[in-house]
Antibody
Framework: EVQLVEAGGGLVQPGGSLRLSCAAS????????MNWVRQAPGKGLEWVSA????????YYADSVKGRFTISRDNSKNTLYLQIYSLGVADTAVYYC??????????????WGQGTMVTVSS | DIQMTQSPSSLSASVGDRVTITCRAS??????LAWYQQKPGEVPKLLIY???TLQSGVPSRFSGRGSGTDFTLTISSLQPEDVATYYC?????????FGGGTKVEIK
């Protein structure tokens, strides 16, 4: 069964940092790009970042560029999102999602259950 | 960046009705358009990719059309289990922008 399981969310003070992880199973992880998508409470979906299958190419939304770093460890089938300088606007459920085809960033066919990040003092 | 605009933002229809949601890109994106369904309290689910290709396991009452800037998602006969928010997403290039969503309810 194809599965993505996120971890690492929690309550963080403004200005703090956090590292999210996403453990993948059931598919050849290194063959597919991966996405991070977030959803603030009661709001819509926002694409945050993507990474190629090899990890050699990374992409970011303007809203997080310079503060978020996406990475992957294909030997561990794990995706990461390092988040710095957290602000209240970063409060959201963070989903990792698998691109539906190999190659450039693409739509997501498999989603994790999400991990909640709450930024509050 | 290309903006994705969905309409309407919400709709209410009766069981069995034909429902159409529109997604418009501010610039052409060829057919690099996906549709997702997110039921209350659930994770988004891919319905359609490449503008018109139905994801495996998705009921055939869902269909997508369009190319360039104008796209539609149609539910041919609305069912109670279709109550959800529907999102379009472009993926021709980054950023992979989502539309604002369309909330579908049963009348």
């Amino acid at each position: 069964e194809v599965q993505l399981v996120e971890a690492g969310g929690g309550l963080v003070q403004p200005g703090g940092s956090l590292r999210l992880s996403c453990a993948a199973s059931g598919f050849t992880f290194s063959n597919f790009g991966m996405n991070w998508v977030r959803q603030a409470p009661g709001k819509g979906l926002e694409w945050v970042s993507a990474i190629s299958g090899s990890g050699g190419s990374t992409y970011y939304a303007d809203s997080v560029k310079g503060r978020f770093t996406i990475s992957r460890d294909n030997s561990k089938n794990t995706l990461y999102l390092q988040i710095y300088s957290l602000g209240v606007a970063d409060t959201a459920v963070y989903y990792c999602a698998k691109a539906y085809l190999p190659g450039p960033p693409a739509a997501s066919d498999i989603w994790g259950q999400g991990t909640m990040v709450t930024v509050s003092s | 960046d290309i903006q994705m605009t969905q309409s309407p933002s919400s709709l209410s229809a009766s069981v069995g009705d034909r429902v159409t949601i529109t997604c418009r890109a501010s610039l052409g994106i060829s057919n690099y358009l996906a549709w997702y369904q997110q039921k209350p309290g659930e994770v988004p689910k891919l319905l359609i990719y490449a503008a018109s290709t139905l994801q495996s396991g998705v009921p055939s009452r869902f269909s997508g059309r369009g190319s360039g800037t104008d796209f539609t998602l149609t539910i041919s006969s609305l069912q109670p289990e279709d109550v959800a928010t529907y999102y379009c997403q472009k993926y021709n290039s980054v950023p992979l922008t989502f539309g604002g969503g369309t909330k579908v309810e049963i009348k």
